[in-house]
């Protein structure tokens, strides 16, 4: 049992068509979410309402015939009850769902997951392809005080009383934000053999894209992959966290604690592409000025991190592609004077040259502006110059040679 309590045990056996069992079957993640405790108005609402049933939408980047769900309780200090869970065919942005499919657990309905730990469902018989979207329905009968989830969905959830897991329409129900107790969905035996994780800080998790739009950088990657006869093999799952460090816990693990279980522990990951450190250099300097030792000693301490990561990463046959920093003068939430300008550019040199990683990303050429380069482009400016915009995501997805990922590892 780890940390996290995701181990080959938490896998239940279920038997398969022609006599196979799940322990021969191969598992695509298609869609997932890095999870974390969930605070505010949102977890306030979920443990005000009691006995209530939580409907979220999800959009897949594998196609097959049956799917299994990942469960999520990292967060809980005390046992997460699921009451009742279905799935079926969703349209994001909206309550309605279509081919309602029960979810069971070992055969039963109801499933007990342990304070800390994660669970498989049992297989479910949904076909479903790249770019469809599946609705995840959830009844939790007890009151949920420490919720485990992904508070940056960018996609509506809803919430109502009590067990509304089976009705095709919720009205009534109140619409929230994140992905509530849902880590994963896996497609068994996908044409999809292989996984590209994403991860990173709220550039990654898609800060400021219109809901229910699906126009992360990670989702314009995928669509990229699967035009793309020579890359369509493979899956995307966006493990971004808003506010995300890569030393220090800010919202959610750093991501030094949580690089094995939202990359290694996913089944069938052969690439991970890393965008983090802005929120790093951001911190250091926001409240007041620092010295140079400390200047020297963040660059130092950032690029360690790489180096330990890309070991990690090594030593299960992963890929690490390094994403270079993006612009981030102008911000008001930072205010980053030219010593944090002098870091990023430190830390992008390292990552273009170093030869820690396999492959660079470098999202920083991509969006901006040539005229100064210590600021996104307009047209890819959000309007708080640190987070892109949606064209300026789209630029980071075209951005990425897609060479990377058809070239024969050496």
Known sequence: ?????FTAAAVLAVALPGGATAHDARWTPAWGSSQMRIDGPNADKLAKAGPATIRQTVHLTAGGRVLRLRLSNIAGTA??????????????????????????????????????????????????????????????????????????????TYLTSGDATTRPALPEAEKI?????LSD?????????????????????????????????????????????????????????????????????????????????RPGVSHVILLEGVNDLGVLTREHPVDQA??????????TAYRQLASRAHAHGIRLIGGTITPFQGSDYYHPGPETEADRQAINSFIRTSGVFDGVVDFDRAVRDPARPDRLLAAYDSGDHLHPSMAGYKAMAAAIPLSLFTTPRR
């Open 79 to 156: 046992p997460l009850r699921i009451g009742a869970a279905t799935i079926g065919a969703g349209t994001p942005g909206r309550s309605e769902v279509a081919q309602i499919l029960p979810v069971r657990f070992g055969g039963l309905s109801s499933v007990l997951i342990p304070p800390g730990a994660e669970l498989y469902s049992d297989d479910i018989a949904l076909p479903v392809t790249p770019g469809s979207d599946v609705t995840v329905s959830l009844y939790f009968p007890e009151a949920v005080t420490l919720p485990t989830g992904h508070s940056g969905a960018r996609s509506t």
């Open 1 to 5: 049992m780890t940390r996290w309590g």
């Open 177 to 181: 934000g994140g992905w509530w107790a």
């Open 294 to 303: 400390s200047h020297r000693a963040i660059v130092e301490q950032i690029t």
């Open 185 to 265: 969905v896996e497609v068994r035996d996908a044409a999809q053999t292989a996984t590209i994780v994403t991860i990173g800080d709220s550039i990654t998790d898609g800060y400021g894209i219109t809901d229910n739009s699906n126009s992360r950088w990670p989702d314009d990657f995928a669509r990229r992959l699967a035009a793309n006869a020579a890359t369509r093999r493979f899956s995307v799952v966006n493990a971004g966290i808003g506010g995300n460090r890569v030393l220090l816990d800010g919202l959610g693990p750093n991501l030094m604690a949580r690089f094995d279980r939202d990359v290694i522990a």
